[in-house]
Nanobody, 116 residues
Framework: EVQLVESGGGSVQPGGSLRLSCAASGFTFANSWMHWVRQAPGKGLEWISSINSGGDMTNYRNSVKGRFTISRDNALNTLYLQLNSLKIEDTAMYYC?????????RGQGTQVTVSS
């Protein structure tokens, strides 16, 4: 059974930083593209970033480029998302996914709240 457990969220002021983690089990993590998505209150799921199995190819949505960094540790079956220069509009529940349609395999999420 695929299990994804996100952690590391919290409340920060604009300009702050957080590091999110996603512990994966139940599938061959080292062979899987992985993704981060988020959902702001009252809005739909929004793709943020993806990373290939080897960790040497990454993609980001334009609004987070230069601020967020996706990475992975295949030895630990863990995916990361470093969030820097956070903005109020980054407030959302953040999820990791191995890419099932509609990101239906995502975990329970970790809340990121950016406010002054």
């Amino acid at each position: 059974e695929v299990q994804l457990v996100e952690s590391g969220g919290g409340s920060v002021q604009p300009g702050g930083s957080l590091r999110l983690s996603c512990a994966a089990s139940g599938f061959t993590f080292a062979n899987s593209w992985m993704h981060w998505v988020r959902q702001a209150p009252g809005k739909g799921l929004e793709w943020i970033s993806s990373i290939n199995s080897g960790g040497d190819m990454t993609n980001y949505r334009n609004s987070v480029k230069g601020r967020f960094t996706i990475s992975r540790d295949n030895a630990l079956n863990t995916l990361y998302l470093q969030l820097n220069s956070l903005k109020i509009e980054d407030t959302a529940m953040y999820y990791c996914s191995k890419g099932d349609v509609g990101y239906t395999d995502r975990g329970q999420g970790t809340q990121v709240t950016v406010s002054s």
